[in-house]
């Protein structure tokens, strides 16, 4: 099976690259629009602020490949608001993959969102063998209100999207290759989606 992590500047992708090398994986990081086509399953990773990801994606032209993939795609975090229609963050058009818009969290609440949560109504191949309420881990700022593609939830002064979904496209707000066996799970099964 052919991993490819898209490599375009804004991710953490090393600790994505690891949790998939822990299921007995290999994952090739790469830019290169071809790999990535060939690819059996990618993964879209981002960390840091959307306008400047956004900027990375278009100047290597990735912002019109990965709408137009066919095969299992799998958004983490930052790579999951960008395949939404917009985000406030930067006040950023996204891929508009998920049709959605991502927005702040309000002030009444500390921000960013750090550390363990929990998930409730799964819907999806992705939580499969996954209990309601297990714990994932969490870091941001920003998120995307419930709506027709969300697949799980969690809350931080108010229910939103922690997992979406649409046709072969996959996104989760939390990161699981950081949320230990739980997040583990969660990749060996969007690694098993046909």
């Keep these: 099976m052919k991993i490819v992590i898209i490599n375009y500047g804004a991710g953490n992708i090393q600790s994505i690259k690891f949790a998939i090398q822990r299921l007995g994986f ?9 790999e990535i086509l060939a690819a059996d399953k990618v993964i879209f990773p981002g ?19 990965v709408p137009t993939l066919k095969q299992p795609v799998l958004g983490i975090c930052l790579g999951m608001q960008l395949m939404c229609n917009a985000t406030e963050e930067g006040d950023t058009n996204g891929l508009g993959i998920f ?8 002030k009444k609440v500390k921000v960013p969102q750090i550390g363990w949560n929990q998930i409730a109504n799964l819907k999806s191949d992705l ?33 939103y999207s922690a997992a979406l979904q649409k046709n072969n496209f996959y996104g989760t707000q939390f990161h699981p290759e950081k949320s230990s066996s739980v997040g583990e799970k969660i990749l060996m099964n969007f690694l098993r989606i046909k």
């Design 99 to 106: 049709d959605v818009d991502v927005v702040k969290f309000s």
């Design 127 to 159: 939580f499969s063998g996954i209990s309601e309420g297990e714990y994932i881990y969490l870091v941001h700022s920003f998120y995307a209100p419930i709506c027709k593609e969300t697949i799980a939830t969690s809350e931080y002064e108010l229910e």
């Design 47 to 65: 960390v840091g602020e959307a306008s400047s990801a956004m900027h990375k994606l278009k100047a290597s032209g990735l912002d019109a490949l």
């Design 26 to 34: 290999e994952a090739v990081l790469t830019s290169d629009v071809n």
